[in-house]
């Protein structure tokens, strides 16, 4: 299989939403007690096809999660909505996280666990059906959903790619 072209938006030029996913109170463990801080995973979407996520750590909880869109913003991805809804059946994997997710009819809804919901709805879909298996950790389950949702092509990308015309890739 070829390589993916993985298509990087500028977050300058969207407007943003960011959403929380996760946040946890973290300890080092010093020879004067415990420091505690706190780590933020923060997904950002346009809720039209952008979507990144990001990770802030800091000592306040406001400033974590500061930090975490920041990074969302850094490393944004287009993925392809058809009528609300996603092209094709994917499967994503990031580490021990594998995520299902399927088209589904209009009316549907988004049927998805926690972290998978926040990354699907960034996006901007809003018909799908999805699984998570593997590993619940809310790092993985975001990483391995937004995996499966940059290996996703829609009609005209596999036209293009193949060098034919669109009717020939749904008529063979």
């Given at each position: 299989m070829s390589t993916i072209n993985i298509k990087r938006v500028k977050s300058s030029e969207i407007e943003l939403k960011d959403r929380l996913v996760s946040i946890q109170r973290v300890a080092k463990v010093t020879k004067g007690g415990r420091t505690f801080?706190?780590?933020?995973?923060?997904?950002?979407g346009d809720?039209?096809?952008?979507?990144?996520?990001?990770?802030?750590?800091?000592?306040?909880?406001?400033?974590?999660?500061?930090?975490?869109?920041?990074?969302a913003k850094k490393n944004l991805v287009k993925v392809p909505v058809l009528n609300g809804t996603v092209p094709h059946e994917q499967i994503?994997?990031?580490?021990?996280?594998?995520?299902?997710?399927?088209?589904?009819?209009?009316?549907?809804?988004?049927?998805?666990?926690?972290?998978?919901?926040?990354v699907l709805?960034?996006?901007?879909?809003?018909?799908?059906?999805a699984k998570s298996k593997g590993s619940s950790n809310p790092h993985n389950v975001v990483k391995a959903t937004v995996d499966a949702l940059t290996k996703m092509r829609d009609a005209y990308t596999v036209a293009q790619h193949r060098g034919?015309?669109?009717n020939k890739v749904f008529n063979g």
């Open positions: 801080s706190f780590s933020a995973i923060v997904v950002v809720e039209n096809g952008v979507v990144g996520y990001g990770l802030g750590k800091a000592k306040e909880v406001t400033e974590a999660i500061a930090k975490g869109v920041d990074d994503g994997k990031f580490s021990g996280g594998f995520v299902l997710i399927k088209p589904a009819a209009v009316g549907t809804g988004v049927i998805a666990g926690g972290a998978m919901r926040a709805e960034s996006a901007g879909i809003h018909n799908v059906l034919v015309d669109l």
